[in-house]
Every structure is written in structure tokens, then in C-alpha cells.
T-cell receptor, first 114, second 114 residues
Framework: GENVEQHPSTLSVQEGDSAVIKCTYS??????FPWYKQELGKRPQLIID?????GEKKDQRIAVTLNKTAKHFSLHITETQPEDSAVYFC?????????????FGTGTRLQVTL | NAGVTQTPKFQVLKTGQSMTLQCAQD?????MYWYRQDPGMGLRLIYY???????DKGEVPNGYNVSRLNKREFSLRLESAAPSQTSVYFC?????????????FGDGTRLSIL
């Protein structure tokens, strides 16, 4: 089955700096890579996703890059703000044609300090 | 539009007791999922249902059963609760298709087993 590794487990940055979270996956058949943000006591919420036919995707201050050859993908947050503080999860999935089974990384706790 | 609704939000059980966690979605999604979230381990898939009438095991199915009651509802049952099943349980749903669709999560059920 799929295995997703995520680094670092904790990340502290100053407000305005950039943050980068990296993930690797094992199954070359995986073709969809979402990123979720989870605030304390809340549900995971999708912030951005990328499909295997695209190398980079950007949404305002958030971007994701994908290297299929190396089987890794990264989340980039620029101009960080205190409200970016949360736990971020990467995930990978193979579409079986019927349902998408997500395998999650173990999460990165991002703290943005003033 | 409520999205994904889970009940109850909190529950305390004694070892050996049984209970059913309920999940309903109003987005007309075909696929539904149950995850558990433990500290430091991300979200792990317990069971999923690609469409009404089908269920399949995920990564950690032991000790659980599921029922896809109809297109809207997907329940998770603990027949004989064990302390190791203390966790936060999340239900999610997604549209179906060969093009991966994002998963939308409910608010979670916090379950403690004494």
C-alpha cells in the first residue's frame, strides 16, 4: 500500500517569512495530492490540491509543487500570518475508479510567531 | 447546506460497551469514509464506501463494522469497545469519478473508552 512521509513535524517561523513542508510517497500509481489544514479541535479542511499531470499549482499565498520522478511534493506558504498557525497534513491517493483512498502524512505543526 | 454531519460530538464508553457513530452528508456524494485520528499518527482510514451498497476495509478495520444505510448515511459501529479505540473519529465524503474529487470532513466524534 501507499506510504506517505512528512517533514518536519514542527515548524516555527516569524510572521512574514515563508514556510515549506515536504512529503514523499511510495506508490508511483498515486495521482492526486491534497493538502489539509487543521486548527486545534477542528475538522481538516482542504487548502490546495494537485494532480499528477501538473507540476505546480498556486493559490494566493499557497503553492504546491510535485516531482513525480522523485515521488515528492511540497507545500509553500509565503508571507505567513498568525492565522496560518495550525497542523498541516499532506496526503496521496490512487484513484481505483470507484473511490479515492487517501493515505495521510503524520502532520506538521506550524507556528507563526509575531 | 450542512455538508458532513457527525453525531455524537463526544462520547465516553466503558470497555466492552458498543456504540454506533453516525454520519450523514447532503452534498449528493457517492463515496464516504471513516478515519481515526491519534496524536502523532495523522488520519488513518478505517473503512470506506465507494457507492451505496458497497463497503471496503481501509488501513485499520479491526474492531469496527460499517453500514452504508443509503446514499446520505454511513455509520461506524464498535461492537465491543477497547481502550485502544480511544480516538477522534472523522467521517468524510467525496464525489465519484475517475478524476479524484476532494474529500470533505465532518467535525469529528471524540470518543474515550475507559
Amino acid at each position: 500500500g501507499e506510504n506517505v512521509e512528512q517533514h518536519p513535524s514542527t515548524l516555527s517561523v516569524q510572521e512574514g517569512d515563508s514556510a515549506v513542508i515536504k512529503c514523499t510517497y511510495s506508490d508511483s500509481a498515486s495521482n492526486y495530492f491534497p493538502w489539509y489544514k487543521q486548527e486545534l479541535g477542528k475538522r481538516p479542511q482542504l487548502i490546495i490540491d494537485i494532480r499528477s499531470n501538473v507540476g505546480e499549482k498556486k493559490d494566493q499565498r499557497i503553492a504546491v509543487t510535485l516531482n513525480k520522478t522523485a515521488k515528492h511534493f511540497s507545500l509553500h506558504i509565503t508571507e505567513t500570518q498568525p492565522e496560518d498557525s495550525a497542523v498541516y497534513f499532506c496526503a496521496a491517493t490512487e484513484n481505483t475508479g470507484t473511490a479515492s483512498k487517501l493515505t495521510f502524512g503524520t502532520g506538521t505543526r506550524l507556528q507563526v510567531t509575531l | 447546506n450542512a455538508g458532513v454531519t457527525q453525531t455524537p460530538k463526544f462520547q465516553v464508553l466503558k470497555t466492552g460497551q458498543s456504540m454506533t457513530l453516525q454520519c450523514a452528508q447532503d452534498m449528493n456524494h457517492n463515496s464516504m469514509y471513516w478515519y481515526r485520528q491519534d496524536p502523532g499518527m495523522g488520519l488513518r482510514l478505517i473503512y470506506y464506501s465507494a457507492s451505496e451498497g458497497t463497503t471496503d476495509k481501509g488501513e485499520v478495520p479491526n474492531g469496527y463494522n460499517v453500514s452504508r444505510l443509503n446514499k446520505r448515511e454511513f455509520s461506524l459501529r464498535l461492537e465491543s469497545a477497547a481502550p485502544s479505540q480511544t480516538s477522534v473519529y472523522f467521517c468524510a465524503s467525496s464525489g465519484q469519478g475517475f478524476n479524484n474529487q476532494p474529500q470533505h470532513f465532518g467535525d469529528g466524534t471524540r470518543l474515550s473508552i475507559l
